[in-house]
């Protein structure tokens, strides 16, 4: 069983940043995949940006240069720091691990970007 804890969301003005921190526990694989997902209201789940275990990440076109994910391996942490904030970026963001082919996911947390 694998659980995952989402931190740092909430209300931001445009051009401003933020920090999302998710940490996973459980039975987790050495070699995996983190990443985030984000879901606007009566929108599908979209891939924000996903990060392997060597360092290696991916990236949705609209945030490239914008947005930057990481991770502490020792921790089981993925982070996304979030720069230049867009009311389009509005939604809820969602952890991802995939971890020997199953797929878990947090809670879900809200970011608003809004003036």
């Known amino acids: 069983q694998v659980q995952l804890v989402e931190s740092g969301g909430g209300l931001v003005q445009p051009g401003g940043s933020l920090r999302l921190s998710c940490t996973a526990s459980g039975s987790i694989f050495r070699s995996n995949l983190m990443g985030w997902y984000r879901q606007a209201p009566g929108k599908q789940r979209d891939m924000v940006a996903t990060?392997?275990?060597?360092?290696?990440?991916n990236y949705e076109d609209s945030v490239k240069g914008r947005f930057t994910i990481s991770r502490d391996n020792a921790k089981n942490t993925v982070y996304l720091q979030m720069n230049s904030l867009k009311p389009e970026d509005t939604a809820v963001y969602y952890c991802?691990?995939?971890?020997?082919?199953?797929?878990?996911w947090g809670q879900g947390t809200q970011v608003t970007v809004s003036s």
């Open positions: 990060i392997t275990t060597s360092g290696r990440t």
């Open positions: 991802l691990l995939s971890n020997l082919g199953y797929n878990y």
